[in-house]
């Protein structure tokens, strides 16, 4: 079974410029969570999506914005982008909403110049 | 809300040496506790997991932790590490009825041959 896929796995912007990210999670899992990981503030909850439907949502601005498709597959997006968003951006799926295990996927870095 | 500590932020240990990584969190209700490790280069990938029953849980490649309730710890060890366990392992938290875990900022530890 393949795992948690998310393109691009690299990407450099430049301020005030915005990105969109895309997670594909595990075949049958319908719940994705996206998380910010940083070298000073480790992984940071950003959002859970499930059923097409923001299920919860992390203490982050309203430029993190995101969505789920019938699929499943989801997508973030951040506009205006800040400096302080150069992250690793990891997606995470369950087979639930809040799901005992999450499986995630290798991550986009993104550089913000 | 909920925290997690971790207290060791990096390690460096000698081939065949015991490890013992910290992890404190700050509810004091019915958790679930998970250890996940990330290997160079690697995605994130769960080592082990509590949710109920034997305090003492077994993972993979050797690893091992301990949920103490009177202490809210789960700390991980293994008795003999190897260099290839050098990663970033990261504790992470779900309580209170809350779906979202809370992850603390990890340890880095290296295993020199």
């Known amino acids: 079974k393949a795992g948690v896929t998310q393109t691009p796995r690299y990407l450099i912007k430049t301020r005030g410029q915005q990105v969109t990210l895309s997670c594909s999670p595990i075949s049958g899992h319908r719940s994705v969570s996206w998380y910010q990981q940083t070298p000073g503030q480790g992984l940071q909850f950003l959002f859970e999506?499930?059923?097409?439907?923001?299920?919860n949502k992390g203490n982050f601005p309203g430029r993190f914005s995101g969505r789920q498709f019938s699929n499943s597959r989801s997508e973030m997006n951040v506009s205006t982008l800040e400096l302080g968003d150069s992250a690793l951006y990891l997606c995470?799926?369950?087979?639930?909403?809040?799901?005992?295990?999450?499986?995630f996927g290798p991550g986009t870095r993104l550089l913000v110049l | 809300a909920q925290s997690v500590s971790q207290h060791n932020h990096h390690v460096i240990l000698s081939e065949a040496a015991s490890l013992e990584l910290g992890c404190n969190y700050s509810y004091g209700g019915t958790v679930n506790l998970f250890w996940y490790v990330q290997y160079p280069g690697q995605h994130l990938q769960l080592l082990l997991k509590?949710?109920?029953?034997?305090?003492l849980v077994k993972g993979i490649k050797g690893f091992e932790a301990e949920f103490i309730k009177s202490k809210f710890s789960f700390n991980l060890r293994k008795p003999s590490v190897q260099w290839s366990d050098t990663a970033e392992y990261f504790c992470a938290v779900k309580g209170g009825g809350s779906y979202i875990p809370t992850f603390g900022r990890g340890t880095s530890l290296i295993v020199h041959p």
């Open positions: 509590y949710f109920s029953g034997d305090p």
């Open positions: 999506y499930f059923s097409e439907t923001q299920r």
């Open positions: 995470a799926s369950s087979l639930i909403q809040g799901g005992e295990t999450q499986y």
